[in-house]
């Protein structure tokens, strides 16, 4: 009887992660900037221009709209959507491409990140290392190493919000499209600069970086030159930068690696003649952080939305 119990809460757990993994990769597939959810029938302006931001959860904070104000003042009409996904890596990425394709960007702006390059992690080892003492007072900590190491990758990468507000989050956006058709695949609310004392507080003791995976066959560095190759023979400019971090993040890799990253996106950058923006050690010092990964959805830290609207502008007028 108690092994039925075990098996049956077993299957509905592999049938509700199976679940919950197909909502969030969904969404991102059936995205058209006119989309308004399968109960509405009301269409966004259909812009004659199309600038796509995509990336990381990293990149969700710029915020297009400030941008598209910068750039209608200069009589230039594009629509700019910001396409940035929790977890996005290159390879992932690649799974939208087609769509990305059939809605004819113009310009797609890419945020390349150094954890894209990160080299694999042992996540046996990372669960193993810990004593079970630690697991006792820090159940949530057993639990995301554990399904770590039984998925072969950061659970909470994969899983960066609550999976029931995922869950959640992911139906709405099929029922009734997205809160903010600009940033439709995170809610683009606002929240609080945290100072660089309480991230220390926080976040030191569980960061870490595993080095950049310089190899010739890292399927992260193939999935990026695909893509541009893609973009660019139907047409559609590509632009790359480079999302910042905070200064924490830097206490726990090495210039070296450092180094290795800025090779490999300016080996993409002249191969495929793409122009590339440099932030990610601009920022590290600016009071704008929600975390050592995100800068804040706050006024007081546009300084990373004015930075790519300059840009644009820029690569506009040229």
């Known amino acids: ?3 039925k119990i075990f098996l049956t809460l077993g299957f509905a757990f592999c049938i509700t992660l199976g679940m919950l993994f197909s909502l969030m990769d969904l969404y991102i597939n059936i995205y058209d900037p006119e989309w308004n959810g399968v109960f509405s029938n009301e ?3 259909n812009n004659e221009k ?3 931001l995509i990336g990381a959860s990293n990149v969700y904070s ?21 396409l940035a996904d929790m977890s996005d890596i290159p390879t992932k990425r690649m799974n939208s491409v087609g769509n990305l394709l059939n809605l004819e960007p113009d ?3 890419y945020g390349l990140s150094i954890t894209d390059f990160e080299l694999d992690r042992d996540y046996k080892l990372e669960f193993f290392n810990n004593d079970f003492s630690y697991y006792l007072l820090n159940p949530n900590e ?4 554990f399904f770590s190491y039984i998925i072969d990758s950061d659970f909470s990468e994969r899983f960066p919000a609550s ?3 995922r869950m959640i989050q992911s139906i709405k956006y099929i029922l009734r499209g997205p809160d903010y058709s600009s940033h439709p695949f995170i809610n683009f609310n606002k929240n609080e600069i945290v100072s660089q004392d309480k991230i220390y507080e926080i976040y030191k003791k569980d960061m870490s970086f595993n080095g950049i995976d310089t190899n010739s066959d890292n399927e992260e560095i193939i999935a990026v030159k695909k893509m541009i190759e893609m973009f660019q023979s139907n047409g559609i400019k590509v632009l790359i930068f480079t999302p910042p971090y905070n200064e924490l993040f830097f206490e726990s890799t090495t210039i070296e690696e450092i180094e290795n990253f800025e090779k490999i996106i300016e080996s993409i950058s002249k191969m495929y003649d793409v122009e590339t923006l440099y932030l990610h ?3 590290m010092k600016e009071s704008i952080w929600k975390d050592p990964y995100h800068v804040a959805v706050n006024k007081d830290s546009r300084i990373y939305t004015d930075k790519i609207g300059d840009w644009l502008v820029t690569e506009l007028d040229e």
Do not use: Q, T
């Open 1 to 3: 009887m108690r092994f």
């Open 43 to 45: 269409k966004m302006k």
């Open 50 to 52: 199309r600038i796509f």
């Open 62 to 82: 710029i915020d297009v709209d400030r941008i598209s104000e910068k750039i209608s003042s200069n009589d230039v009409e594009y629509g700019i959507y910001n």
């Open 107 to 109: 310009i797609i702006i």
């Open 142 to 145: 057993f639990f995301r190493h």
């Open 163 to 165: 999976p029931k507000d």
């Open 281 to 283: 050690d601009e920022l």
